[in-house]
C-alpha cells in the first residue's frame, strides 16, 4: 500500500524558512505527479505547488501567492518529495499535506490526488 509521511513542519518566526519533506513508501516516486497542499482551520484545502511529467521534462507549478517564495523539488532515489519555503508569513499558518497522484499528470485540484499524507503544522509568528 501506498504510504506518505510528512516532516519538516514547526513553528518559525515570520521572515523565516522551513522546509518540508513527504517520504513514500508502497511505491517508488517515479514518474508520479506530486503535490503539496495546505489548509488553515475553517478554510478550504488550497493549492501549493505540484511537479507533474510530460514525458520528457519535469513541470513544476506554484500558486500565485507561493511563486517567489516556495521551491518544490523531489529524490527519486530516496522517493522524497520537498517542499522549500522562504520568507515566510503568518498568513502560512496552516497544516501542510503531501499528495501523490496516480499517474504523471494532475492539476492543483485535491481531487487528482489518490494518496495523501497526515499533514504537518507549520506556524508563522508574527
Known amino acids: 500500500q501506498v504510504q506518505l509521511v510528512e516532516s519538516g513542519g514547526g513553528l518559525v518566526q515570520a521572515g523565516g524558512s522551513l522546509s518540508l519533506s513527504c517520504s513514500t513508501s508502497g511505491r517508488t516516486l517515479g514518474a508520479y505527479a506530486m503535490g503539496w497542499f495546505r489548509q488553515a482551520p475553517g478554510k478550504e484545502r488550497e493549492f501549493v505547488a505540484r511537479?507533474?511529467?510530460?514525458?520528457?521534462?519535469?513541470?513544476?507549478y506554484y500558486a500565485d501567492s507561493m511563486k517567489a517564495r516556495f521551491t518544490i523539488s523531489r529524490d527519486n532515489t530516496k522517493n522524497i518529495l520537498y517542499l522549500q519555503m522562504a520568507t515566510l508569513r503568518p498568513e502560512d499558518t496552516a497544516v501542510y499535506y503531501c499528495?501523490?497522484?496516480?499517474?504523471?499528470?494532475?492539476?492543483?485540484?485535491?481531487?487528482?490526488?489518490?494518496?495523501w499524507g497526515q499533514g504537518t503544522q507549520v506556524t508563522v509568528s508574527s
Open positions: 499528495a501523490g497522484a496516480s499517474d504523471s499528470r494532475a492539476s492543483s485540484k485535491p481531487a487528482d490526488y489518490a494518496y
Open positions: 511537479m507533474t511529467w510530460n514525458g520528457f521534462t519535469w513541470n513544476k
